[in-house]
């Protein structure tokens, strides 16, 4: 019993300790940034939300938010639509094959260095380099795994049965969509977009390859400034940035668990 | 298939227009996510294999050789190689005492402690990297702290050395190890253990014949997972590694923007592959699996 016990303890110390580790350099940016000095100080002396200013008042970086967060709009909107696609074939035409499963998660296993270089290339002859909407196009290939997993495995919970039962009762593709698949699925389209919005939001390999240059999408803009490492307005940015990413994941995490399925069709 | 004789052929003619109009729509529907992987993934690997193999326009081989004889390349893939092996192995031996703790627990605090280590996989890396900045600065608490208990002089820097890349590293892969790790160790079976603790066997046996077989496919597929992704980072060498410490991704980087010239960033990128490709099927052997299966398992 006492050895029992004396492993679960140690059990927990260790998770606390790994959690320390996991947290803590990411917490300290957050009173980081609301030093009130002119260099980057942990823990601050004084307090001010200079950086804040700094920020929100130079048009660059809101430049390059807003960039970022039209690309990911679109990623997410586009990675979502193909992958809900992608699930209907699942549930009406058969089981997607493992091969074909394989095949849609390269984008997650494939080194984006070595596929950014190859695009490189590609962009440069067609003097696409550096367009917005190619890197849109590219984060919804790299989201695409996320959105595809998150929605075939919700449609496996979905009485296939129920689109032939909508169909008999003379119902068109487009109404059993509509009626049937999209109210059912609403929580994981929620997840899948959340996911695909995060993998664009935050990516920087193809942002840095081959994204916009003079005005670089959110995290391409903010690895230059950290390479300079004479700017601690990063911080502010920075803890934007968590900040937001932080309540995107707890939203994902939470919908699934709030809200009831509303029809639960499985038998 | 002849043979097959339907009453009526107006009804033969309908069904067969039936099957394929479902195959067009099947087709059509799978498009948009099948040519988004084509265009993506497979046309830029095909284009990053044929820039590695062509030079002025003829073919050649002439990239390889600058790759493995000339100064920095043979360098940077020894760096890549072992901070990647490093970073991988650490991880895991990090995140699994962690993930086989929380895979056998159910319950309320379990799942706090999985949603913190997740909401941590969710924050940006470049906020990370920043983080380690500020604490590894030359003023930052820990030198401070290191320096007060007279462990470094005031002049040293841990920043810009391969200590500071490592740590950052590990401390950006261990939620996805343990992420990895507890989806394959959820599947332990206890009851075997059970039986064999009842039967007598001493833990150390227990741990080697009963417990380690049933994770062993997982901690070796997630090493390799790890390693993959690890060998592609250039934004953590960048920030936070010196001279020594420059991986491929940077310097395909540096390539790619300071010369305009694929050539020699899509061949390194191609030895990466490579490299990649040989170092997954010696582990699938060794753990044997197929990729087939880690695709499964990624996927699940």
Same mark, same amino acid.
């Given at each position: ?64 938010? !807003? ?25 009406? !035409? ?98 899948? !977009? ?74 | ?30 498009? $948009? ?6 265009? =993506? ?22 990239? =390889? ?18 901070? &990647? ?11 699994? $005492? ?9 319950? =309320? ?31 930052? $608490? ?25 740590? &950052? ?63 592609? =980072? ?54 044997? &699996? ?11």
């Amino acid at each position: 019993m006492t050895r029992g016990r004396g492993l679960r303890i140690a059990g927990w110390s260790y998770c606390s300790l790994i959690l320390l580790f996991l947290l803590f350099p990411v917490a300290i940016v957050v009173p980081a940034s609301f030093s009130g000095s002119q260099t980057l100080e942990f823990p601050p002396s004084t307090w001010s939300l200079h950086w804040y200013h700094q920020v929100l008042g130079d048009g660059r970086w809101l430049a390059s938010a !807003f960039l970022s967060l039209r690309i990911a709009l679109f990623a997410a909107a586009a990675a979502t639509v193909s992958g809900l696609m992608v699930s209907v074939v699942h549930l009406r !035409f058969g089981r997607v094959t493992p091969t074909l499963r394989a095949f849609f998660l390269l984008p997650l296993i494939a080194p984006h260095i070595v596929l950014a270089t190859g695009l490189f290339s590609l962009l440069l002859r067609t003097h696409l380099l550096g367009s917005p909407t190619v890197l849109a196009f590219g984060h919804a290939c790299l989201a695409l795994p996320l959105s595809i997993v998150v929605l075939v495995n919700a449609v496996e919970t979905i009485e296939p049965l129920l689109w032939s039962a909508a169909a008999s009762l003379g119902a068109r593709w487009w109404m059993i969509v509509r009626e049937v698949l999209l109210p059912t699925l609403s929580i994981s389209l929620v997840v899948a !977009f959340l996911l695909a919005f995060i993998a664009s939001w935050d990516e920087v390999t193809f942002a840095v390859f081959i994204g916009p240059i003079s005005t670089p999408t959110l995290p391409s803009r903010m690895f230059s400034y950290l390479q300079e490492l004479t700017n601690p307005s990063v911080s502010a940015v920075a803890t934007m940035l968590a900040a937001l990413t932080v309540s995107a994941g707890l939203v994902s995490v939470l919908l699934p668990r709030l809200r009831r399925r509303p029809v639960r069709i499985t038998p | 298939m002849t043979s097959v004789s339907f009453p009526d052929d107006g009804a033969r003619h309908g069904a067969r227009a039936a099957a394929r109009r479902r195959d067009v729509t099947r087709l059509l529907l799978l498009a $948009p996510a099948v040519l988004l992987v084509i265009a =993506f993934v497979l046309i830029p690997t095909a284009m990053a294999l044929l820039d590695s193999f062509h030079n002025d326009g003829s073919w050649t081989i002439e990239n =390889f050789v600058t790759i493995v004889t000339v100064v920095p390349y043979p360098r940077i893939l020894w760096n890549t190689v072992t901070i &990647a092996a490093a970073t991988a192995l650490l991880s895991v031996a990090l995140a699994a $005492p962690l993930a086989a703790f929380l895979a056998a627990h159910e319950g =309320f605090v379990a799942r706090i402690v999985l949603a913190l280590v997740a909401a941590t996989f969710w924050v940006s890396i470049l906020v990370k990297l920043f983080a380690w900045q500020v604490l590894l600065a030359r003023t930052g $608490p820990l030198n401070m702290l290191l320096q007060a208990v007279a462990v470094t002089t005031p002049g040293t820097s841990l920043l810009y050395t391969r200590g500071a890349v490592l740590v &950052a590293m590990v401390q950006v892969m261990v939620p996805y190890a343990c992420m990895l790790l507890v989806a394959g160790m959820k599947r332990v079976d206890w009851d075997l253990i059970i039986a064999a603790r009842t039967l007598g066997a001493r833990l150390p046996l227990v741990f080697a014949s009963v417990y380690w077989p049933q994770v062993r496919y997982s901690v070796i597929m997630t090493t390799l997972v790890i390693f993959v992704t690890a060998s592609g =980072f250039f934004v953590a060498p960048a920030l936070l590694g010196g001279s020594g410490e420059v991986m491929v991704g940077m310097k395909m980087q540096s390539d790619l923007a300071n010369q305009y010239d694929s050539g020699l960033a899509a061949t390194t990128g191609t030895v990466l592959m490579l490299g990649l490709l040989l170092l997954s099927w010696i582990a699938l052997k060794v753990s044997g &699996a197929s990729f087939r299966r880690i695709a499964e398992e990624v996927g699940s």
